[in-house]
């Protein structure tokens, strides 16, 4: 699991002004235990960082940051009902203080965008060494964003290379784009795509700012005229 010499590593050196009493407290958020617990396992042997909580779901970790928050969150992205990059926007918009590192095995580009837009501080694939991840929350701690060479590229790609609209339309946004383009209600969408009617009007929201309309009617016309989505 170590990748020595990797671009984004952070010398420990550059913490050694830390206080010795200082304790980061770390929440993960992953739907696979065996994740979970072998990142619970690697906090732990880090005398520096807590384990504040652990959640399998966006909706659970909401609840966890309730009466009391964590330093920085480990965030997977790809889950059930409440995706990473929801429940990162959910967080922020409530906690803004937190802060957020997402950890992954998805390197493509539109998802580092998306994570990046929703606030989060680092991205980071799973693959990553237990040093550079400890590092890297503590960078977070201290406010400094942390990359995987990926995502790095990624991004030096998303701005190198000319985008067409709705290029930056998740996956899920294509879906309930779709459904909106056929008539559907967000409480006929929440059921077909089994999420909550507040997952589909966050990402109809989303979809009508990115295609830059002012309502759904308009972000659907524009989805057909621009070849986005095609009538079913």
Same mark, same amino acid.
């Given at each position: 699991?170590?990748?020595?010499? $990797?671009?984004?590593? &952070?010398? #420990?050196?550059?913490?050694?002004?830390?206080?010795?009493?200082? +304790? +980061?407290?770390?929440?993960?958020?992953? =739907? /696979?235990? +065996?994740?979970?617990?072998?990142?619970?396992?690697?906090?732990?042997? =880090?005398?520096?960082?807590?384990?504040?909580?652990?959640?399998? %779901?966006?909706?659970?970790?909401?609840?966890?940051?309730?009466?009391?928050?964590?330093? *920085? &969150?480990?965030?997977?992205?790809?889950?059930?009902?409440?995706?990473?990059?929801?429940?990162? $926007? @959910? &967080?922020?918009? $409530? /906690?803004? #203080?937190?802060?957020?590192?997402?950890?992954?095995?998805?390197?493509?580009?539109?998802?580092?965008?998306? @994570?990046?837009?929703?606030?989060?501080?680092?991205?980071?694939?799973?693959?990553?060494?237990?040093?550079?991840?400890?590092?890297?929350?503590?960078?977070?701690?201290?406010?400094?964003?942390?990359?995987?060479?990926?995502?790095? #590229?990624?991004?030096?790609?998303?701005?190198?290379?000319?985008?067409?609209?709705?290029?930056?339309? %998740?996956?899920?946004?294509?879906?309930?784009?779709?459904?909106?383009? =056929?008539?559907?209600?967000?409480?006929?969408?929440?059921? $077909?795509? *089994?999420? %909550?009617?507040?997952?589909?009007?966050? /990402? *109809?929201?989303?979809? +009508?700012?990115?295609?830059?309309?002012?309502?759904?009617?308009?972000?659907?016309?524009?989805?057909?005229?621009?070849?986005?989505?095609?009538?079913?």
């Amino acid at each position: 699991m170590r990748l020595p010499g $990797r671009a984004g590593e &952070i010398p #420990q050196s550059d913490y050694l002004t830390m206080s010795e009493k200082e +304790i +980061i407290k770390v929440m993960i958020v992953d =739907d /696979h235990p +065996i994740v979970r617990n072998g990142l619970k396992a690697s906090l732990l042997a =880090d005398q520096d960082l807590e384990l504040f909580g652990l959640a399998k %779901s966006g909706a659970e970790a909401l609840a966890l940051c309730k009466d009391s928050t964590p330093d *920085v &969150i480990l965030m997977d992205l790809v889950m059930p009902n409440m995706d990473g990059i929801e429940t990162t $926007r @959910a &967080i922020l918009y $409530r /906690h803004p #203080q937190v802060k957020i590192i997402v950890l992954t095995s998805f390197p493509e580009e539109d998802l580092v965008q998306q @994570a990046l837009g929703a606030g989060a501080i680092g991205y980071l694939l799973k693959n990553v060494s237990l040093g550079t991840l400890s590092n890297a929350i503590r960078a977070a701690y201290s406010g400094q964003s942390t990359l995987s060479p990926e995502a790095t #590229q990624a991004m030096v790609r998303s701005r190198s290379e000319p985008k067409k609209l709705g290029d930056d339309l %998740s996956e899920r946004e294509r879906q309930v784009l779709a459904l909106v383009v =056929d008539g559907l209600s967000n409480e006929e969408i929440a059921e $077909r795509l *089994v999420i %909550s009617p507040y997952t589909v009007k966050n /990402h *109809v929201s989303a979809c +009508i700012s990115k295609l830059g309309a002012n309502n759904r009617t308009q972000a659907a016309t524009i989805a057909l005229e621009n070849g986005i989505i095609t009538k079913s």
